[in-house]
């Protein structure tokens, strides 16, 4: 069965989450907002959003179709794909753990986007740019190490040199990750580089997941799109420093 | 076992969502933050946020112990309770889909917050309220007739007048919606009442949880925590209108 993921079509976003899982699990998947608007396109996922006879009607992209169903928020939209194609542990305890931490995930990524727009996601970065000057100074200082620092305590406390979140094998919570830190070098460049030097293991992570196989193939097609001031993560030199 | 629950001792915040949930089950707990020092308080709840050797640290308050387990994320804990004590149902898309409105109950929840900390959760309300009224006006205008509009239509669409969000059984989102509409009410009388005459079910849903008899119990009971400024939903006039 082919799955069906929609979200919007010219950013990475919270989608890429999905993708990422999407990708290292081999699921055969199509993207569909992406795709030619005949039979995809953004038409496609606002019959999703707005339909009145939609049974599970999703909040906001991202969300998956799978066969009749269809299943939104990325957390959640992981927790299924992890169950069903070996990318989160067995025992029900390791699952909320995973979950858990993709959900610390989640608000981390939700603080990122709040760096350029604190006051609303209905206005334009320009109509709140001071405000978003003085959040991104916050969270430079407060929450990305606090955040970061966090994920590292976690990783520093495995046995060995297993660069995994969650037991001793790659779960999607370890593909996040790696998307926060491709981000976070993208966004902050400045920031960032002196964040990591902080943060061995999950700088070793990162590199990790970069080199699978099929992230790495993944990242070097154009299914992967690249960084830019549409999505969650944006260069904005002001922000930095 | 007595579960033991971990959430700052004098706002309901995040943690009422779980304590309504453990209440409805009759789940016999500890609200270890705010029993006597000496076996609880806040220092016990800190030992496991700073623990160099907690298994599995929580990123922040609420957080449960049961037996040695730690569970974060207070949508991880509502699937933990929900699962094991009758609060969600129990086939898998049927809990996704629960999990899936829950999320959307935190992304709410969040949004809220932010009402009155825009710029920094470190900085006083004082400091940023400036942007706190820019940030609230288009949270009353746009954001929150949104949300409640989206539980709204879901609860149109079911059969009858069941009004409950999943199936025709109560669940912990059930519980976490009736929260949401109580804490609107206190934060922001004013758009509330006005936002109320559109959301019918949601009304209905809400009076039926206050009138569980667990539930209409804990609300009179001292263990119910009363509204305040130092929580997430906050009654500030200039912020209401």
Redesign the interface.
């Known amino acids: 069965m082919t799955y069906e993921l929609y979200y919007w079509p010219t950013i990475q976003g919270r989608g890429e989450f999905v993708r990422l899982a999407l990708e290292q699990a081999s699921v055969p998947y199509a993207d569909v907002a992406r795709s030619p608007a005949r039979s995809g396109g953004m038409p496609a996922m606002f019959r999703f959003l707005d339909g009145?006879k939609v049974?599970?009607?999703?909040?906001a992209p991202p969300f998956l179709r799978v066969g009749r169903?269809l299943?939104?928020?990325t957390?959640?939209i992981l927790?299924?794909i992890g169950a069903r194609h070996g990318l989160a542990p067995a025992a029900e305890?390791d699952r909320?753990?995973t979950?858990?931490l993709q959900?610390?995930i989640a608000?981390f990524v939700?603080e990122v986007h709040?760096t350029h727009h604190?006051?609303?996601s209905?206005?334009y970065y320009e109509d709140q740019k001071r405000?978003a000057r003085?959040?991104a100074e916050?969270?430079r200082r407060?929450?990305a190490p606090k955040?970061l620092g966090?994920f590292e305590?976690?990783l520093d406390?495995k046995p060995g040199s297993t660069p995994h979140l969650v037991g001793s094998r790659l779960s999607y919570a370890d593909l996040s990750l790696f998307q926060v830190v491709e981000g976070m070098r993208y966004a902050f460049p400045k920031a960032s580089a002196r964040l990591e030097r902080g943060l061995p293991r999950i700088v070793a992570l990162h590199d990790k997941v970069a080199g699978l196989p099929r992230i790495a193939a993944y990242l070097a097609s154009d299914r992967r799109i690249a960084f830019n001031e549409e999505g969650i993560f944006r260069r904005y030199k002001e922000l930095d420093g």
């Open positions: 009145e049974a599970h009607p999703p909040f169903r299943i939104g928020q957390a959640n927790q299924f305890a909320l753990w979950n858990q959900l610390t608000d939700q709040d604190p006051i609303a209905s206005l405000e003085r959040r916050e969270f407060q929450r955040f966090y305590r976690i406390t």
